[in-house]
């Protein structure tokens, strides 16, 4: 009986090393492309993540008062409990204007290149001053979200807390470090790809690991690729079969409007695939609202490759595994305004 289960367990041990081996190869394959997010957060340099940053950051990112009419805040539009956008085709803002673009997701936005799908604004800091000043977002200026602020003692507290030092630590600047800190925490780590790419044979299914294998095979990782699974490069879209005008709307020309090069025309930021499977709808445009129908849009407009179903389904369901762990946020309660703050401005 001994000899029995011996031979049989060894028979098992011999049927189980090709899958194994296939599992480290595709692991090593994988490891030269791709990198799990870091548990420990990202490093923003000489912005300092203290707590008190980051709970004045969190406060500022809550808080509807930062724009003119006192109504959209920073999770206005990037919905932290929803994968970090608003789930519209283009955000709302001021005046119920319908703005140009999808919003991108917050989380992980830390290891972009740079943000927005043009790419403008170089790290988070300079990104949270953007919206605030659109007129068709925010609306508002500098000048007169420093005076909301300095109205209200709990900011007042607050800031010269995360700025310890300074002689006047209300001002435009310090608003953008907060809010980059509060967003630099805003990760997700441990998704099951990244516990499969750490050593977990078992984190992904098999259908999942040849959706792996099929998006670095036919070329999807060439633009999508490190930490954040895209975000690091620019790319025309439609590189290879321009898609049609409601994906690709005719009058966004994408990073020309930043560098003004005729090579930049309908050139965007590859977008960060982390929590895909979370944030439709999709591309700029957000017309798409199936991430299978945005696969496939992909594979004929970037890659020339008509995928067949099969090759479809696997790459989703490889997606599906770059969902990670939520940021569990607790909404700040913010400070009391004063006979001092602005009035909320709704024309």
Known sequence: MSRYFTSTAAVLALLAAPALADDAALREQAK??????????????????????????????????????????????????????????????????????????????????????????????QQAKGPVQAGVEMNNTPDQVTDTLKSMDGYVTAFAAAFPGEADPITFDNFARAIESFEATLITPNSRFDQWLMGSDGAMTEQEKRGLAAF??????????????????????????????????????GRFAVTETVDDEYVFRAGPLRNIALTAPYFHSGVVWDLREAVQIMGTSQLGADLDDTEVDDIVAFLGTLTGEQPEVVHPILPVRTNATPKPDHM
């Open 216 to 253: 670095m095979d036919e070329g999807c990782s060439s633009c999508h690729a490190g930490v954040n699974i895209g975000g690091q490069e620019y790319y025309p879209f439609g590189l290879i079969t321009r898609p049609g005008g409601t994906v690709l709307p005719e009058g966004d020309r």
């Open 32 to 125: 030269e492309v791709f990198e799990a997010i870091p548990m420990n957060g990202p490093d923003l340099g000489d912005n300092v993540m203290t707590r008190d940053r980051i709970d004045l950051g969190a406060m500022l990112f809550f808080d509807p008062r930062i724009s003119r009419s006192g109504l959209f805040s920073c999770q206005s539009c990037h919905n932290v409990g929803i994968g970090g956008v608003d789930g519209l085709e283009t955000s709302i803002g001021h005046g119920w204007q319908k703005g140009p673009r999808n919003a991108p997701t917050v989380l992980n936005a830390v290891f972009n290149i740079a943000q927005f799908w043009d790419g403008r604004a170089p790290d988070l800091e």
